[in-house]
């Protein structure tokens, strides 16, 4: 995963790499499809694996597996400790220590 810095409207600069999402063994560079945030700024990918989890500086925190592979994460409930994710045939919820970022 990249990330970049914002100079102004329409005009990035200095790209580097964020974090290594785990790759399914013998592939490389499957990359990742949902996103999520949560209150911490820990981020949320979805991937071939599950959801791999991230620090705000890269590092990786863990994995929730699914038994599909998943293409959306958000977070939801009450207090938004529940990550909701979508797979190809299914919907799966978690409850979690955390709650997720509410979108403005």
Do not use: H, W
Request: charged share 15%; with cysteine; aromatic share 8%.
């Amino acid at each position: 995963m990249l990330v970049y810095d914002v100079d102004g409207p329409g005009t990035i600069s200095n790209g580097r790499t964020f974090c290594r999402l785990a790759q399914p063994e013998g592939k490389d560079n499957t990359g990742g499809d949902g996103m999520a945030v949560d209150v911490d700024g820990n981020l949320y990918f979805t991937s071939n694996l599950g959801v791999q989890i991230f620090s705000p500086q890269g590092e990786a925190l863990g994995m929730v597996k699914f038994p599909q592979q998943p293409a959306n994460v958000t977070f939801g409930g009450a207090e938004r400790k529940t990550m909701y994710v979508t797979a190809r045939t299914g919907l799966y919820k978690v409850q979690m220590p955390i709650a997720g970022l509410k979108p403005n």
